[in-house]
């Protein structure tokens, strides 16, 4: 906090990082088109690979996880048939994006549960491109990637993913999924501060300009000397090194374990006081170890006076506002962390009830 209070920030990003991260933000600019620059952008490419869980073309552009959304879809759908899954706001959201270049078919489910099999098979029978957040952030719900992925590569169907708030925390297998490209976020998992936006490609076939400064192809070019198209935002380089750095330091198979451990915790301490878990799972979905969705009366109340208290977590999107607390196990989130929300959250809502 700005007073110099320390708070617990449970909410899915951007999550708070750590000092060595936020030191980084102050080093020295490099100039960015000179050695010092292209060598961190290496570095940074490099260390983002194994994250995504493949090899593919990775670039970063300066912008939010939107901009990286936006570059994927635009140039890969531009003009074609996409199918999307909508069953929370972050799949909404590609559906709106994807809207603007290409045909869009909605596969829904209500936000909290999914698209059934049959619902996904009979849907992509018309695609060429199947839009999916991996881990929905809005409902606290792991799409079963493996077989989405199935059932896109038996239809012939390219899959374009959002592992906006899964990366660095959770399995992305972006060659296993044989995704065509994956568009992250660094203000999540990664521990580092909003305002890059990560994208892979792995097959380049389809491609094409459908914008200026979000096209994929010039900063596939610029890459290729380790450079980006446009100035990028230097500072937050800096800091997104530190980020990834720290995640190779503790491992990435570790950092995952520790994600799954900890949302599981979460989970039973919520059981063992009463709540309910907002995201029913039905054939794709599985309990995300990344966000904790929990059906809470007077929600935002709840949020208010957890506030007070030093513990800051999210509410409920659009529809399910007012309706559900939203409780993020990223990053640096520790079990005492969790112990210490958990006993707070017994106290508030007793207050409020
Ligand atoms: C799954 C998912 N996709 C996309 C976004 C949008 O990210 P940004 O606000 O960084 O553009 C978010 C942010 O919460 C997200 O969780």
């Not at 100039?31 to 995504?52: A, Q």
């Not at 491992?251 to 039973?268: E, F, N, T, V, Y």
Request: hydrophobic share 40%.
């Amino acid at each position: 906090m700005q007073d110099g209070s320390t708070v617990i920030n449970f909410i899915p990003g951007p999550v708070t990082p750590s000092r060595r991260v936020m030191k980084a933000l102050s080093y020295p600019m490099p100039y960015h088109r000179g050695k010092e620059f292209s060598d961190i952008y290496k570095e940074i490419r490099s260390l983002l690979s194994p994250l995504f869980g493949g090899d593919g073309e990775i670039s970063v552009i300066s912008g939010s996880s939107t901009a990286g959304i936006e570059a994927m879809i635009s140039g890969f759908s531009l003009g074609k048939r996409a199918a999307v899954i909508a069953d929370g706001k972050f799949g909404e959201r590609l559906g709106d994006i994807a809207s603007i270049y290409s045909k869009v078919n909605y596969i829904r489910a209500e936000w909290g549960q999914t698209p059934t099999i049959d619902q996904l098979d009979s849907s992509l029978n018309e695609a060429e491109y199947l839009l999916v957040v991996h881990n929905e952030t809005s409902t606290g719900i792991e799409h079963k990637m493996d077989v989405i992925s199935d059932l896109a590569s038996d239809k012939g169907v390219s899959l374009l993913v959002d592992v906006v708030s899964s990366i660095g925390g959770m399995n992305v297998e972006a060659e296993t999924w044989n995704a065509k490209a994956l568009a992250g976020g660094v203000q999540k998992c990664i521990g580092a501060p909003p305002g890059l936006a990560p994208v892979m490609v792995r097959d380049w076939g389809g491609y094409s300009r459908a914008s200026y400064y979000l096209d994929l192809m010039i900063y596939r070019k610029m890459s290729s000397i380790d450079q980006t198209p446009f100035t990028p935002a230097l500072p937050l380089f800096n800091a997104l090194r530190e980020a990834l750095i720290e995640v190779h330091e503790e491992g990435l198979r570790r950092r995952i374990k520790r994600h799954k451990a900890i949302s599981k915790i979460l989970r039973k301490e919520l059981i063992n006081l009463g709540f309910k878990l907002f995201p029913e799972m039905g054939e794709i979905g599985r309990y995300s170890s990344t966000v904790t969705a929990i059906v809470v009366g007077k929600a935002e109340k709840v949020r208010e006076l957890l506030k007070k208290r030093g513990i800051l977590v999210a509410g409920g999107q659009g529809p399910l506002k007012g309706k559900i607390l939203r409780l993020a196990t990223m990053s640096n989130i520790t079990e005492r962390d969790v112990y210490a929300l958990v006993s707070s959250l017994k106290k508030v809502t007793r207050e409020v009830s």
